[in-house]
């Protein structure tokens, strides 16, 4: 396998264990901001507002997530043609 398969097998292992850690953080701000730890007006808002941004938050995540096999594919696919000399 090329150091450039192998280094874009990093990133994107990189990728999913820092999607990981925003997932851990989103959990945390939803403990934080739960009706057991914070009531209100203003803990309301959040709440609403949160719901949203949160759930775009995880579905990009999700995404991100999702195309792993696709780009390290692209990439092997890539370095065969220049093996190989393919310009298809």
């Given amino acids: ?3 450039r ?4 097998r990093k990133d ?3 990728m999913k264990r820092f ?7 989103l959990d945390a701000v939803d403990a934080a901001s ?3 730890t914070w009531q209100g ?13 949160r759930k775009a938050i995880h579905d990009a995540l999700d995404a991100a997530r999702g195309q ?4 390290l594919q692209r990439v092997q696919d890539e370095e065969n ?6 310009t298809k």
């Fill in 41 to 53: 007006p203003a803990a309301d808002s959040f709440r609403s507002e949160w719901n949203g941004r």
């Fill in 81 to 86: 043609k220049k093996k190989t000399g393919s």
């Fill in 68 to 71: 792993y096999n696709t780009i």
């Fill in 12 to 14: 994107l292992n990189n």
């Fill in 34 to 36: 739960g009706t057991d």
């Fill in 1 to 3: 396998m090329s150091d």
């Fill in 5 to 8: 398969v192998e280094e874009c």
């Fill in 19 to 25: 999607a990981n850690e925003i997932d851990k953080v």
